[in-house]
Each structure stands twice: as structure tokens, then as C-alpha cells.
């Protein structure tokens, strides 16, 4: 997966990759030619005092450092461009796809990790790509090369090579292979302890309200000292680590002298040489310690490689048609035929055999007992959720059939949980229709019975909202979100519930308003108060998913048992009140 990832990703900065990949060969060629400058300096001038010698070669050397420095920059530049914008596109491509999700399929998954997939996840992979565009060209040949110029200066110190290297080799990636399962253990650990805080913060009132505290900031705790140990653990190795690599340097270099030392006494060596070859062992060294550090972060990076394939590879379960069905009117009749559907999942139906006809300008009400399925009822108009069998139609055309664009811009819902985002109530209001005029605006205020509120603020229009609405109340989240339907002037009207924060009185104006609004669009009311849904062309009950009494308040009086029920209860309840 981090193959295709990359691969898939990279692809248009191929030309920044190629630039990465020729300014690194140059400062590479360059850093590897400094010290034997350095030793001819050494050897040549100073050994025969030629000062001129010295002042050329030192002129070449200055160059040569400017050069490589210079390419060392452009190679950064280039790679970090590169690599920033594969982590952009990566990223915008995890959230194109999540948008693209049905709510089945980001339950799939759940909320949480969608979000750690698409930043913290998009980031290692990215992390990686800005090393390796960094590391994988200079690493190779800084080895290689420095092998090869190292021996070119003394053979007979080549042993010291084979030992050191290898030696670092192991020592490093020793502590790697003891390091790998401890950072992961450590990214599931702050997935945890995410998590936790959130649910907390979420769930501040209740905690509050039950007096959950110290239960919470215990559970909070072990977490959070689950993560410690870990971090010291992985400290632990750390501290290891960088004494281990400097006594291997350190050692080395002592070494090189010693025995380089010896053959320069024995006239069988230059002193320059004997620098040179020491530089070069150093160099070598600390490529093979990039090259172990980058090693180390593969498997990281391609677990979550694989997390973020998980989410790109998803076809999302509900697709628009290819060939969508353009209908013949669009006056926004609403047909369900035959309808079941069942929560995957579910074994039990949460609706069969749900059949009834919306006409234009009539208003639909659905009454039943909680858990009767009436929300998922209207989330099948949308296509929230396909239906499992029967056929919903807008204007005549299954809904499987239509474009995407056709169903919203005729079909507005107002939620049981109405969301607003984060923003302005002018940016809410404009959600669905952002060309809508400020009268437009104040218009569907005023019939949503949420003018006088918006009047009040001291900004009226321009009044924050927090995310999802928290900084309003539930009455008044709900009639904003009312208005919100109403300025995309739609042809049917999904209201979920959405009088019941509302007292009676407020609930009446408001639907008075409404109608008047509302005349030539279909309206479906999902009510609980009988008083909200009495005066409805078509009253259907539905009960365990199942219609089963329709027709009007005095016809289902009449003839409807459960009906008769549920206005009984409430009449007996308010004579209660
Ligand atoms: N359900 C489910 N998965 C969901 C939503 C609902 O399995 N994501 C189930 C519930 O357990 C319930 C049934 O579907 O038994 C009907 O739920 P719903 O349509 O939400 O019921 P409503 O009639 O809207 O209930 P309420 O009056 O409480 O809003
Ligand atoms: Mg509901």
C-alpha cells in the first residue's frame, strides 16, 4: 500500500523529484570530494611549503564547498515542496472520499479514526517522503563513494572500515528492532487516551451531572500512565542509543589515528591522507546511521499507509446512477412502493411494506411510538440509506435513478438532531442555497419563528455559532435549522420531530406560517403531539416499522384503535399537567 500510495501521489512532482535527485548527486560528489582537497592541501603545499599550492587548492576547496552547501539547499527545497504537497493532496484526497461516504460507511469505521487517518496518519507517510527524498540519493553514494575514496587514500587502513560499519550497523539497528513494537504500542496508546478525553469533554455535563468525576479523571490516569511507561521505555532505549553511536564514532576515529598514526611514523603514510581517510570513515558512518534511522520509519509509515488505503479503497454504498433518469416534472411528489429496509447489520426490518403517496401541496404526517422507524422512513428520500427492497420515487423516478444535484436541490430535511455548523447564521442560513438575498434570509426567519432571537443578538445575521450549534438552545436550534430548509426553497419538506422543543403555542404560529409558505410543496411531519399533525391530509401510524392505520384525525379516531391510544394518552397527560 505505501507503494501505491506513493506511487499514486508522487506522481505529479515528478519533476521536483528529479531536481531533488540531481542537486543531491552534486553536493553528494561534492561533500565526498572536500576532504581530499583538504589532504592535497596538507600533503602538496603545506608539506613542501608552497604557499601558492595551497592558495589555489584552497580556492578550488572554497568552490567546491560553496557548491555543495548551495545544492544542499536547492535538494532540501525541492524535496520539502515535493513532500509537502504529496501530504496536501494525499490528505484531500482521504477527505473527498470520506465526504463521499454514506453514514453506513463512516460507521464502518466510526468517526475517530477517519480523523486520525486523514491527518496524523497522511503525516508519517509524508514525514517519510520528506526523508527519503532527503536521505535516498545522498545515503548510497555517500556510502559507496566513501568506501571508494577512503581506500583510495590507504588501502591498508580498509580494515577499519569493515569493522566499524558492520559494528554500527548492528548496534543501531538492534536498538531499531527493540524500538519499532514500542512506537507502535505508544501511537495505540494516544489513540486511547484521544479517545478518552474526547468522550470526556463530549460528555462533560453528564459526568458532571453523575458526579462521575473521580471515576473519569481515574480512567483518564491509567491511560495516561500506560502512555508514560512507554515513553520511558523508548526514552530508555534513546539514552542508549546516542552513547552507543558515539563510542562507535569516537572509537573509530581513535583507532584511525593510531594505526594510521603508525604508518605516517613509518613514512608509509601522508598525514593528509591520514585526515582525509578519517573524514571519510565519519562520513560513512553517519550515512549508514541516516540510512538505519530511515529504515526505521518504513514500517510505521506502511501501517499507516494501510490505514489510509483501508479508507481509499471504500466504495462508497451509495453511488450516484451513471446515467441519471432527468424527470419529467419536478413538482415534488413523494411514492414509496412497497418499501423494507434493515439496518446492516440488523436482522430485524426496521420498516416493511411501507407504501404511500405525497402529492404537491399536501401535507403527510407520521405518528408512532418511538423506535417505529419513523426517521429512518424519511432518511430513505435523501438516500442517507438506500431501501432494501420497493422502490422510492421523487416525480415518478426511483431515487437510485436521479442525479445527486436533482434530489437536494427539491428535497430538504429538517433533522431530529438538527447540526449547525460552526460559522455565522448567515453562513447556515445559506447552506443549501448560498445566492439567497438578506430578505430572503430574514423572510424564512420570520416564518421559522426565529426572527425576534436573531433580532436580539447584537450582530443579528452576522452572530457566531459554535460547532454544531452548542451556543444556541434546542428550541432554537431547531427553528434555525427550519430556516435553513426554507431558504433552499425546495419542493418537499422533511420535518423530523422538528416542533417538539417548541411550546404549543410557538409550534402553532410556526406551522400557520409554514403553511402559507409550504402551499405548493409536499411536507412530510414526523410528529409525536397529536395537536402538531391533526389538521395533516394523511395521517399514517406507523408501529414496528409497519403502516398500520392511515386517513385523516377524525377518520383515524374513528376507525384506528392505536390512534385512539396515543391521543387519549396525551389528552390524559395534559389533563395531568
Ligand atoms: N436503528 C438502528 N440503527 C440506526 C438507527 C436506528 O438500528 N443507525 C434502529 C433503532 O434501534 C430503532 C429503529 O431502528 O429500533 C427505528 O429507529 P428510528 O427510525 O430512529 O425510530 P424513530 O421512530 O425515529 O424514533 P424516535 O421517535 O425516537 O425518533
Ligand atoms: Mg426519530
Excluded at 51 to 76: C, E, F, N, P, S
Excluded at 92 to 110: H, I, L, M, Q, W
Excluded at 115 to 120: F, H, K, M, Q
Excluded at 372 to 387: E, I, M, V
Aim: glycine share 8%.
Amino acid at each position: 500500500m505505501l507503494v501505491t500510495l506513493i506511487r499514486r501521489y508522487a506522481r505529479p512532482y515528478l519533476p521536483y523529484i528529479v531536481a531533488v535527485i540531481i542537486f543531491q548527486l552534486a553536493s553528494t560528489i561534492a561533500a565526498l570530494y572536500l576532504p581530499s582537497l583538504n589532504a592535497q592541501i596538507i600533503d602538496e603545499g603545506v608539506a613542501r611549503g608552497d604557499t601558492d599550492y595551497i592558495w589555489r587548492t584552497g580556492g578550488v576547496m572554497l568552490g567546491v564547498a560553496v557548491i555543495q552547501v548551495a545544492t544542499a539547499v536547492a535538494g532540501v527545497y525541492f524535496g520539502s515542496k515535493a513532500a509537502m504537497a504529496f501530504g496536501r493532496d494525499l490528505r484531500r484526497g482521504v477527505f473527498r472520499k470520506v465526504t463521499s461516504f454514506s453514514a453506513k460507511d463512516v460507521n464502518v469505521f466510526g468517526a475517530p479514526t477517519l480523523i486520525t487517518r486523514g491527518t496524523n496518519d497522511v503525516q508519517q507517510v509524508q514525514m517519510l517522503v520528506l526523508l527519503g527524498l532527503n536521505f535516498m540519493v545522498a545515503t548510497p553514494i555517500m556510502c559507496i563513494g566513501g568506501i571508494f575514496m577512503a581506500l583510495r587514500e590507504d588501502l591498508n587502513l580498509s580494515w577499519l572500515v569493515w569493522v566499524s560499519v558492520p559494528l554500527l550497523v548492528v548496534v543501531v539497528g538492534y536498538l531499531v528492532v527493540r524500538l519499532m513494537p514500542l512506537f507502535r504500542s505508544m501511537q495505540k496508546k494516544i489513540d486511547r487516551l484521544n479517545g478518552i478525553l474526547r468522550e470526556q469533554i463530549i460528555g462533560i455535563r453528564v459526568v458532571r451531572a453523575f458526579v462521575r468525576e473521580p471515576h473519569e479523571t481515574q480512567r483518564f490516569g491509567a491511560a495516561n500512565q500506560e502512555l508514560t511507561d512507554v515513553s520511558l521505555k523508548i526514552g530508555a532505549l534513546f539514552v542508549l542509543m546516542f552513547p552507543a553511536i558515539g563510542m562507535i564514532l569516537h572509537v573509530s576515529t581513535a583507532a584511525v589515528l593510531w594505526f594510521g598514526g603508525q604508518r605516517v611514523d613509518a613514512g608509509e603514510m601522508q598525514v593528509g591522507s591520514l585526515t582525509a581517510f578519517l573524514q571519510y570513515l565519519l562520513q560513512i558512518l553517519i550515512a549508514v546511521m541516516m540510512g538505519t534511522f530511515m529504515a526505521m520509519m518504513i514500517p510505521r509509515a506502511s501501517v499507516c499507509a494501510d490505514r489510509i488505503g483501508e479508507v481509499l479503497d471504500v466504495e462508497p454504498s451509495i453511488h450516484e446512477p451513471l446515467t441519471p433518469t432527468v424527470p419529467a416534472g419536478r413538482s415534488g411528489r413523494v411514492e414509496f412502493r412497497n418499501v423494507s429496509f434493515a439496518y446492516p447489520g440488523a436482522e430485524a426490518p426496521v420498516l416493511s411494506n411501507i407504501s404511500f403517496t405525497a402529492e404537491p401541496g399536501q401535507t403527510v404526517a407520521i405518528i408512532g411510538s418511538t423506535g417505529a422507524g419513523k426517521t429512518s422512513l424519511l432518511a430513505l428520500l435523501p438516500r442517507l440509506y438506500d431501501a432494501a427492497s420497493g422502490e422510492v420515487l421523487l416525480d415518478g423516478v426511483p431515487v437510485t435513478n436521479l442525479a445527486r444535484s436533482d434530489i437536494t436541490t427539491r428535497v430538504a430535511m429538517v433533522p431530529q438532531r438538527p447540526y449547525l455548523f460552526s460559522g455565522t447564521i448567515e453562513h447556515n442560513l445559506r447552506f443549501g442555497r448560498p445566492e439567497a438575498t438578506d430578505e430572503e434570509l430574514w423572510d424564512a426567519l420570520t416564518t421559522a419563528q426565529a426572527e425576534d432571537f436573531v433580532r436580539e443578538k447584537s450582530q443579528g445575521l452576522g452572530a457566531r455559532i459554535s460547532q454544531g450549534g452548542t451556543n444556541v438552545s434546542g428550541g432554537q436550534r431547531q427553528r434555525l435549522s427550519i430556516a435553513r430548509a426554507l431558504v433552499t426553497r425546495p419542493k418537499v419538506f422533511l420535518f423530523d420531530d422538528s416542533f417538539s422543543a417548541l411550546d404549543v403555542a410557538t409550534d402553532a404560529r410556526l406551522r400557520r406560517a409554514l403553511k402559507a409558505k409550504t402551499a405548493d410543496a409536499t411536507v412530510i411531519i414526523v410528529g409525536q403531539r397529536v395537536s402538531t399533525i391533526a389538521d395533516a391530509d394523511q395521517i399514517l401510524v406507523l408501529d414496528k416499522g409497519q403502516i398500520v392505520d392511515r386517513g385523516t384525525h377524525e377518520e383515524l379516531l374513528d376507525s384506528s384503535s392505536t390512534y385512539r391510544e396515543i391521543v387519549e394518552s396525551q389528552l390524559s397527560t395534559e389533563a395531568a399537567a
